[in-house]
């Protein structure tokens, strides 16, 4: 669609005060062919494995590389970034180990509605204005968020492979509006990160092979979030209390030291959600569990997945009166559930106790990857 300078300039400013409207801590325009660099990153991220079980990543590889593949008649593309900053650093809570550590961004409603209803507002008032087309997409869509962003100008991208930016520090939430109106775009931003390598050294799980690389399969985040099956036995004790992604990359960040709480209004933290018992946690059912975490992201992994987490956790808290809700779940209807109540079971009970429920577990236990935790677990007390 043509625009003439002055009308861009005129829908430019409209953009503007309808993002700050509508909440957005930064705004920038880039242009569909501004990421070169992307594909072949991309491929070469998924040709080393890195995506793991992200089946979805590998199957949308020529789209998600390139923007004008996925939407042909995209023109420009409005990168905008809401602050989710936390109050606290979200690394205290790693001394508690009762509780359960949630990622500052899983603490709040679920992001993807929130962004996604705002941007679906700004997009309908850019079609008021300029005709056209506009398609909106948050995190879900085969869109590569982090490059356009750089590329409009909004941060860059860290050695930890996020957006980090001057004014926010790495607490930014990304979404874009596609739209074939033609808009002056922003001039890019370059890297700020220096000889750094604090998220680098700050992983607990040694996710990045490389600078600006990441193993998604080492990654906390992916391990508790997006990993469907039993979470491998190596990074169990190095997930410590952390139930639902990881922010320890991000909280090294120095450029955090410019970022600023988020607002109440828009993305404060749930208070239950900010230390959790683990006692309390262990006790979620099906529907007690989607009803506690009705509008939260942590409701798209269900129940048994979450579960998991919680019994990873539990048994690096050390705590025996834990034992009580673990003995409970060895019998949960879910394998994935058994399995971890089992490693759980094994840090927390003393060695007789193991070796008697190891025993009677592999008598009556007909699923295999059970069966092998029965055995992981303490290979010199359970016996087949
Ligand atoms: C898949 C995914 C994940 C995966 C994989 C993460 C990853 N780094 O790829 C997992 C589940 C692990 C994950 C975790 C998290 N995620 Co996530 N995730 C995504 C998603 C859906 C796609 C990302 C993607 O395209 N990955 C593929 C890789 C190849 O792309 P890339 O990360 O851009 O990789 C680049 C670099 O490797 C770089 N590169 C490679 N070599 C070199 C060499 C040099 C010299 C340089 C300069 C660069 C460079 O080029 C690549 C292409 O740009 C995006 C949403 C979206 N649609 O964009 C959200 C998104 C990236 N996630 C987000 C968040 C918040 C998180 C977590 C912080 C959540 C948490 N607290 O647990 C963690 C952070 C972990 C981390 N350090 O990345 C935000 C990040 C916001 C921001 N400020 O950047 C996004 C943008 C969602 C959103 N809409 O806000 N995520």
Redesign the pocket.
Same mark, same amino acid.
Request: aromatic fraction near 12%; hydrophobic fraction near 45%.
């Given at each position: 669609m043509r625009t003439s300078t002055s009308d861009a300039a005129k829908l430019r400013a409209l953009i503007d005060a309808e993002a700050q409207r509508a909440g957005f801590d930064a705004i920038a325009v880039t242009t569909p062919d501004a990421?070169p !660099?992307?594909p072949a990153?991309?491929a070469e991220?998924v040709a080393d494995g890195f995506?793991g079980s992200?089946d979805w990543?590998a199957e949308t590889l020529e789209r998600?590389g390139e923007p004008s593949t996925l939407w042909p008649e995209v023109r420009s593309i409005i990168v905008l970034a809401m602050n989710y900053g936390p109050d606290h650093d979200p690394r205290d809570l790693q001394a508690r180990q009762d509780r359960g550590a949630i990622?500052?961004?899983a603490q709040n409603r679920d992001?993807h509605d929130v962004i996604k209803g705002r941007l679906k507002e700004i997009a309908g008032k850019i079609v008021a204005r300029a005709g056209g087309d506009v398609k909106v997409f948050?995190?879900?869509?085969p869109?590569?968020?982090?490059?356009l962003?750089q590329a409009a100008g909004l941060g860059w991208?860290g050695k930890?492979?996020?957006?980090v930016s001057r004014e926010h520090g790495?607490w930014?939430? !990304?979404?874009t509006i596609f739209t074939t109106a033609e808009l002056a775009p922003d001039r890019a931003e370059i890297?700020h990160c220096g000889s750094c390598r604090a998220c680098l050294d700050a992983c607990p799980t040694d996710a990045f092979p490389a600078p600006?690389?990441?193993d998604?399969r080492r990654?906390i985040?992916?391990l508790t979030?997006?990993n469907k099956g039993p979470i491998p036995h190596e990074f169990r004790e190095k997930i410590g209390n952390r139930i639902y992604?990881?922010?320890d990359?991000?909280a090294a960040c120095p450029w955090n030291k410019f970022a600023r709480a988020a607002s109440e209004a828009k993305l404060a933290a749930r208070d239950d959600l900010r230390e959790p018992p683990l006692a309390d946690l262990l006790e979620l059912d099906d529907a007690a569990f989607r009803a506690f975490f009705s509008g939260s992201p942590i409701k798209r992994i269900g129940r048994d997945r979450f579960i998991r987490n919680v019994l990873i956790a539990t048994g690096n808290s050390g705590d025996a009166a834990l034992a009580i809700p673990v003995r409970g779940l060895l019998d949960d209807a879910s394998p994935l559930v058994r399995g971890a109540a089992i490693w759980a079971l094994a840090r927390l009970v003393p060695d007789a106790e193991y070796a008697e429920r190891a025993a009677t577990g592999l008598k009556t236990e007909n699923d295999a990857a059970v069966r092998e935790e029965w055995r992981l677990a303490r290979p010199d007390r359970a016996h087949a």
């Open positions: 990421i !660099l992307a990153r991309l991220f995506h992200m990543i998600r990622s500052v961004y992001y948050v995190d879900t869509a869109v590569m968020e982090k490059p962003a991208q930890h492979t996020n957006l790495s930014l939430f !990304l979404g890297d600006y690389r990441l998604a990654c985040s992916y979030i997006e992604g990881c922010d990359c991000l």
